[in-house]
């Protein structure tokens, strides 16, 4: 899930929803064209296609929208083992555009592979659901501070859902990751495929996870990197998060201790932070958004910059959002019906809010956890697509990744989600830092590789030693 800045208990309410196998015969009756290919306008040494699915996969014979969708050909076709799906997260993350790359994937990877991605329906150069720029400019404070404000919120959210179903339509409705999951489906028998694999990323984990429960019998292999726990309640959501990242910016303080490149090294590093804090205030900046800033950087993670930053007591210029154009409106028809976040009064919000800052009090919190379950707040009736724990009965072992000082999802998920299907998955762990783990060593990247391109399965706590100072190269903008 995304960041603000830069840088990058409830069960499925049928037993069809939580098989696949209702819904999964019904898909079959719909039918999956070939891809019309053609080169990529921005990377025309990959494929662009359109395939069309069931805006509804309960009445699969109604209306349709378009997905976008990409192929980036295996580099040594005599060598090709097949078809590997990718998605970057988000949500709102454009798969298709992940894929026209490839960068994340090594040489080899793309040498066996068709590396595919297709934008999920509300994002990218699929169907796109957008909320009003003017609405979205309203939002009040995340922090409502009592009674009063937190009404406000309620009323603000209540006025963006609104406008984004205006301006989604029916799209709004049915734009969750179970419904993306029998998209991916779609695509792959529009694509001749018997079998795929998978590699996933931050919330398009979920993706994965929802796709082996309902299409398992289709895996070859899966990757999962950056655990999505779809099992998290409400509580669990933000507060796990919060500890997180606080964890992650207790590293960042340990380096200062010890490295003389930090630029605070010798000196009272949290004192300095609370000072940074303050100073952001009164600078105008406001400390919201130097907590989403530094929350931003230690995704990477870039220690010096946070040093830079916390010593000069104000952002550096040329701040950027990440690559997800639209994630303000997904995350009204995607989180929101994904996770049961559904915080209806003020005392709820302030027992979550007193437990959150109790587990990070430097961090004050997850401003990613903390401000997608304000944004769900008073979303009305139960989540279509809600969370569970994960029921992976059919298809290969599937590796999840994560690094053990992750700020965005936290390493506990990964063990959360291992510990609920411990026959059908391996936990590789980077002990290290940063969200997304796969490209930051090459032990990482060797177990990755070396699972997808011959299904070699790391052992059981199969650990890969830290690299401070690892970059994402060739990666880009981090995933959400």
Not at 278 to 285: T, V
Not at 328 to 348: N, P, Y
Request: with cysteine; charged share 20%; hydrophobic share 40%.
């Amino acid at each position: 899930m995304r960041p603000i800045l830069r840088v990058l208990g409830a069960v499925l309410t049928s037993a069809a929803m939580l098989t696949g196998t209702a819904v999964a015969d019904a898909d079959v009756s719909w039918n999956a064209p070939g891809i019309d290919w053609s080169p990529c306008p921005d990377a025309p040494a990959a494929d662009c296609g359109t395939v069309r699915v069931p805006l509804d996969w309960a009445e699969p014979h109604g209306p349709s929208v378009d997905l976008a969708v990409s192929r980036l050909k295996a580099s040594d076709p005599a060598r090709r083992i097949g078809v590997l799906f990718g998605d970057p997260g988000g949500p709102g993350g454009s798969a298709a555009a992940f894929a026209q790359s490839g960068s994340y994937f090594s040489a080899e990877v793309r040498a066996r592979f068709d590396v595919i991605g297709f934008d999920q329906r509300g994002t990218g150069g699929s169907s796109v659901i957008r909320c009003s720029p003017e609405v979205l400019a309203k939002a009040p404070s995340p922090y409502p501070a009592d009674q009063a404000a937190f009404d406000a919120l309620l009323r603000y959210n209540a006025e963006l859902r609104t406008d984004c179903r205006a301006q989604g339509g029916p799209l709004f409705d049915h734009a969750n990751t179970a419904d993306a999951a029998r998209d991916m489906d779609f695509v792959r028998r529009a694509l001749r495929e018997r079998r795929i694999s998978f590699a996933g990323i931050s919330y398009g984990t979920l993706l994965g996870e929802q796709y082996a429960e309902l299409f398992g019998e289709h895996l070859r292999a899966m990757v999962l990197d950056s655990v999505i726990d779809h099992s998290a309640d409400t509580t669990r959501f933000v507060v796990d998060r919060a500890a997180s990242v606080e964890a992650s910016f207790g590293e960042f303080v340990k380096w200062c201790d010890r490295d003389a490149a930090c630029v605070l090294h010798g000196r009272d590093v949290v004192a300095l932070w609370e000072d940074a804090l303050r100073g952001a205030d009164a600078s105008g900046f406001g400390r919201e958004n130097l907590l989403g800033y530094v929350h931003g950087l230690l995704y990477e993670p870039a220690w010096g910059e946070i040093a830079s930053v916390i010593e000069a007591l104000a952002a550096p210029p040329g701040v950027r959002e990440w690559f997800e154009p639209n994630y303000g409106s997904i995350r009204q028809a995607t989180v929101c019906q994904d996770f049961s976040l559904r915080i209806k009064g003020f005392g709820e919000y302030r027992r979550l809010y007193a437990e959150e800052t109790r587990v990070a009090p430097l961090m004050r919190g997850s401003r990613l956890g903390h401000d997608e379950a304000v944004a769900c707040a008073g979303t009305p009736g139960k989540a279509a697509n809600p969370p569970h724990r994960w029921d992976v009965r059919r298809g290969p072992k599937v590796l999840l990744v994560s690094s053990r000082f992750d700020p965005a999802t936290p390493y506990s998920w990964a063990e959360s989600l291992h510990r609920q299907a411990p026959g059908k998955t391996a936990l590789l762990t980077y002990d290290g830092w940063g969200h997304v783990a796969y490209p930051r060593s090459e032990c990482t990247r060797g177990g990755v590789d070396g699972y997808l391109i011959g299904l070699e399965v790391p052992g059981e706590g199969v650990r890969c030693a830290g690299v401070e100072g690892a970059a994402l190269v060739g990666f880009g903008p981090l995933a959400g």
